[in-house]
């Protein structure tokens, strides 16, 4: 299995999500209330490659971290699935984190 570099990937991090970096497919999510943006950056490094493990199924899927934001009862990640390009939006504990170093994740 081959990792793409992590420089092909638009991310956020740092701070909240905004409706252009949706648009920009830099972001996968907003947590909102009312219309009113209620995220927080989660301080984990953005972007990075990551398994996300379906917590039904078991299936793993080999994703790339482009966000991570928290409120006061969840941390949610987005990622991007690299076979498909589409978004995963888990929680957190649904990914195996593995960093920006490809070697040896084959």
Excluded at 9 to 37: C, H
Excluded at 39 to 59: M, N, S
Excluded at 80 to 98: G, H, M, Q, S, W
């Amino acid at each position: 299995m081959e990792w793409p570099p992590l420089g092909d990937y638009k991310y956020t991090s740092g701070r909240q999500a905004t409706e252009d970096d949706i648009n920009a497919g830099a972001a996968a999510f907003m947590l909102q209330v009312d219309g009113k943006n209620i995220g927080r950056p989660i301080d984990i490094l953005i972007p990075q490659y990551a398994v996300h493990i379906d917590q039904e199924t078991g299936e793993r899927t080999n994703v790339i971290i482009i966000q991570a934001e928290e409120n006061d009862n969840f941390q949610v990640i987005g990622a991007i699935d690299i076979k498909t390009d589409r978004f995963i939006v888990a929680l957190k504990y649904e990914f195996d984190f593995l960093g920006i170093n490809k070697q040896g994740m084959d």
